[in-house]
């Protein structure tokens, strides 16, 4: 039987768009919202509207809810994030066991890279970073098997077995406060290189990644309190 919602959005040709079609220009319209407005407080009766929708229940029909709708976003750059990060792992791990720089570019070159994609990579690392500041990424399962997919967990592994020794506490909010400042670092520079701001666009992307990689080498090397 054809579950196809009634009220499908038209196409010029008068021909009415199909379920991909639809469940894409939904991602499309979430993917914007919720990095403009938040995961929690973006609008889904706005995310159906700027679909195209008229049926106000066509998130929960192609997606089951918010969660995942937010998944769904998550995951279109998942395999993008989880190839480069798994290759620049490898290369880290050949390195020796205090180049905790080499550990720090599996994480920070492939989310630069990422946000020079296009609006959808710029608008995936400012989600992720709200989620994390927000404490939301770990709530639903989907969501965090999502996050999960795109890799970073054997980075992390790596980076913290690289850090010096300090209490556990402290090297879990120095690793937290590392996420923060890596996704908030690329994504300000993204958002810079949207409005044609020249002043955040001094270094090259190579000089980025670098200079990037070194400050958080500094940062998760200071001397403890």
């Known amino acids: 039987m054809d579950r196809t919602p009634a009220t499908q959005p ?7 768009a199909s379920g991909a079609e639809t469940r894409e220009r939904l991602l499309v319209a979430a993917t914007r919202a919720f990095a403009e407005h938040g ?13 195209g929708q008229r049926n106000r229940g066509a998130v929960h029909y192609h997606f089951g809810s918010r969660e ?7 995951e279109q750059h998942a ?5 480069r990060e798994h290759r620049l792992l490898e290369v880290a791990q050949g390195r020796p066991d205090d180049d905790l720089a080499a550990a720090l570019e ?25 989620l994390i500041a927000d404490e939301q990424h770990d709530k639903d399962p989907d969501v965090q098997a999502a996050l999960e997919r795109s890799g970073g967990v054997p980075v992390y592994e790596l ?14 909010e120095r690793l937290a406060l590392l996420t923060s400042f890596i996704l908030r670092s690329i994504g300000d520079r993204a958002r810079a290189e949207e ?16 200079n990037l990689v070194s400050m958080c080498a500094g940062m998760l090397r200071a001397p403890l309190p």
């Open 10 to 16: 038209v196409r010029p040709g008068g021909t009415a």
């Open 68 to 74: 995942g709708l937010l998944a769904a976003v998550l």
């Open 39 to 51: 995961v929690t407080n973006a609008s889904l009766l706005d995310i159906t509207r700027q679909a």
């Open 159 to 172: 980076i913290s077995a690289r850090m010096p020794q300090m209490p556990d506490d402290v090297r879990a």
């Open 195 to 210: 409005r044609g701001s020249t002043q955040r666009l001094a270094l090259d992307t190579e000089s980025f990644v670098r």
């Open 79 to 83: 395999a993008f994030l989880s190839e």
């Open 106 to 130: 599996a994480l920070v070159r492939p989310a630069t890279e990422l946000s020079e994609t296009g609006w959808s990579g710029r608008c995936y690392l400012v989600i992720v970073a709200d």
